[in-house]
């Protein structure tokens, strides 16, 4: 890119921010396409180390939020914008250089991952069933990480048609289509798209109407 760029050229990439990660528990976004993890001082770093210098930085909610990052050769004719400075301020004083924001956000996770197998087994102890809901690649990284299986959960409803009749990676959850939902209606629904949470109860509401109750894993995992 630096070879390309014009003179008063840009580039501009998108990535999940890492910061978002941490701030909203969405570690379930690490998985095998997922390869780096990124905040802006990272990569003001790494561009500074490549003759290019970031002039612009915008926050988005994608992935449960990013960034919009825009790039420039060093020294080209865009003014380097006021966002840059505040968002690697908030970095600084969030300890983006410290490892103890690290540790802190693994010892949430662990939290969350313990209280969300503790009631998924409570669930089960009392007798319940358990479903879920959705099968993206990131409901293999919470199910996995969490030790919840096909003892627990009877099977995944999707909606894409090219999962059903498959298996959840790791774990074997039969996933199968939203009528399994009238055949055989759970006590509970663990959402695992829980990003798509509101959209998913509003289309479930009969089911919720009948007593069902729906499990939301994060960024806390709460019953509603």
């Known amino acids: 890119m630096r070879v390309l760029l014009k003179p008063d050229g840009c580039f501009v990439i998108e990535i999940q921010y890492f910061m978002d990660t941490m701030e909203k528990m969405t570690f379930d976004n690490v998985y095998h396409e997922h390869l780096s993890y990124f905040t802006l001082t990272s990569l003001v770093n790494f561009f500074s180390g ?42 600084s004083s969030a300890g983006v250089n410290d490892f103890v924001l690290y540790s802190g956000f693994a010892g949430r996770v662990n939290k969350v991952k ?35 299986g096909a003892k627990q959960i009877d099977y995944i409803v999707d909606d894409n048609p090219l999962k059903v009749g498959l298996f959840a990676p790791g774990t074997h959850i039969p996933v199968v289509s939203s009528a399994m939902l009238d055949e055989e209606t759970p006590d509970y629904v663990l959402i695992l798209a829980w990003n798509f949470a509101n959209e998913i109860l509003a289309k479930t509401r009969k089911y919720s109407e009948k007593g069902v109750k729906f499990i939301i894993p994060l960024p806390n995992p709460v019953v509603v």
């Open 50 to 91: 490549q003759g290019m210098e970031v002039f612009d930085v915008v926050r988005v909610d994608s992935h449960g939020g990013s960034l919009r990052v825009f790039i420039q050769n060093k020294g080209g004719s865009h003014k380097i914008g006021e966002s840059v400075k505040m968002i690697l301020d908030y970095e």
């Open 114 to 148: 313990e209280k969300l197998l503790e009631y998924v087994e409570k669930v089960k102890a009392d007798g319940k069933s358990i479903a879920a809901y959705g099968a993206p690649a990131k409901s293999a990284t919470l199910l996995n990480f969490c030790r919840i």
